[in-house]
């Protein structure tokens, strides 16, 4: 919910719901802001942090809803509270361990490899590994996140495929360099 005209372009993809496109918003901050964009059309919301209010308005209008944690209480938290999916954001150099323990969809990059790991209904789901020439990292978070989401949404919250359209939109993304920029003007 960056872009001014968020809402705006939520309407319009989401249309009168007969496209095939799963339209969601990202970066919502607040219950506010998240009613704001289900009401546009939204199908799921992805925010930075674990907002209660956020989660609560979510399971009431049946949307899926991921929230951002970054520790094990704050992931444990978010479970707590009913998200969908917690994505964990970490910093370079944090401790390994906690992607290792957390319960998450979670990526890994390095040497050019790439893979991803899902932790639900109380287990680990790995996919392959691409061994692939990293062009461009920009965005790659943003393909694995609409991949995943996608096959989410669209077979039955299936865990196994979900992971499996996330890690091959993100490691696609990061084999080419183009981006798409809105115009705001």
């Not at 802001?33 to 209660?52: E, H, K, M, Q, Y």
């Not at 790995?126 to 996140?145: C, K, S």
């Not at 196994?160 to 696609?172: P, R």
Request: one cysteine or more; glycine letters at 8%.
């Amino acid at each position: 919910m960056t872009v001014s005209s968020a809402l705006d372009l939520i309407k319009d993809m989401a249309g009168d719901g007969s496209s095939d496109f799963t339209v969601g918003a990202r970066t919502v901050l607040d219950a506010e802001t998240g009613r704001s964009a289900i009401l546009a059309g939204a199908s799921f919301i992805v925010g930075p942090n674990t907002d209660s209010n956020l989660i609560q308005l979510c399971r009431r209008y049946s949307i899926a809803v991921i929230s951002g944690a970054f520790t094990p209480t704050e992931i444990l938290h978010a479970w707590e509270l009913g998200v969908d999916i917690v994505k964990v954001l970490h910093v370079s150099g944090t401790a390994p361990a906690l992607s290792e323990s957390a319960a998450e969809v979670t990526k890994e990059a390095g040497r050019n490899n790439w893979t991803a790991t899902a932790y639900a209904d109380g287990r680990f789901y790995d996919d392959v590994t691409y061994e692939l020439e990293v062009v461009d990292r920009v965005d790659g978070g943003d393909a694995f996140t609409g991949g995943f989401l996608y096959a989410y949404l669209t077979s039955d919250r299936d865990i196994k495929k979900s992971l499996q359209y996330g890690n091959t939109a993100c490691a696609l993304k990061r084999s080419i360099s183009w981006r798409f920029e809105l115009d705001n003007s």
